[in-house]
């Protein structure tokens, strides 16, 4: 499967984002899905995902100012994030599907090319 990610910019703090990770094909009924980011000079981490029964989960660094949906009519995720931070700033990457392994979910699908957020005044 192919994925691309969109919507990232330049947002002031405070303000809001949708990223959006289109799939090339149908993937709702399969496996789960991934919201990962990278800053520069740390690690990618995983910010939310979605399984195939709709349930999400967030990183604390983003729980209640994240939101996941999706458009299963255009194999769309979408990430809404409010209240937006500096440290927020990141590409953000969509990885599907993630591998259920001992009791955690692993990046081990493929990555869309990435999307740039940038949190500054």
């Known amino acids: 499967v192919q994925l691309q990610a969109s919507g990232g910019g330049l947002v002031q703090p405070g303000g809001s984002l949708r990223l959006s990770c289109a799939a090339s094909k149908s993937i709702f009924n399969t496996d789960a899905m991934g919201w990962y980011r990278q800053a520069p000079g740390k690690q990618r981490e995983l910010v939310a995902m979605i399984t195939s029964s709709g349930s999400t989960n967030y990183a604390d660094s983003v729980k209640g100012r994240a939101t996941l949906s999706r458009d299963t009519a255009k194999n769309t995720v979408y990430l809404q994030m409010n209240s937006l931070k500096p440290e927020d700033t990141a590409v953000y990457y969509c990885?599907?599907?993630?591998?259920?392994?001992?009791?955690?979910?692993?990046?081990?699908?493929?990555w869309g090319q990435g999307t740039q957020v940038t949190v500054s005044s």
């Open positions: 990885n599907f599907p993630l591998t259920y392994y001992s009791g955690s979910y692993y990046p081990w699908g493929s």
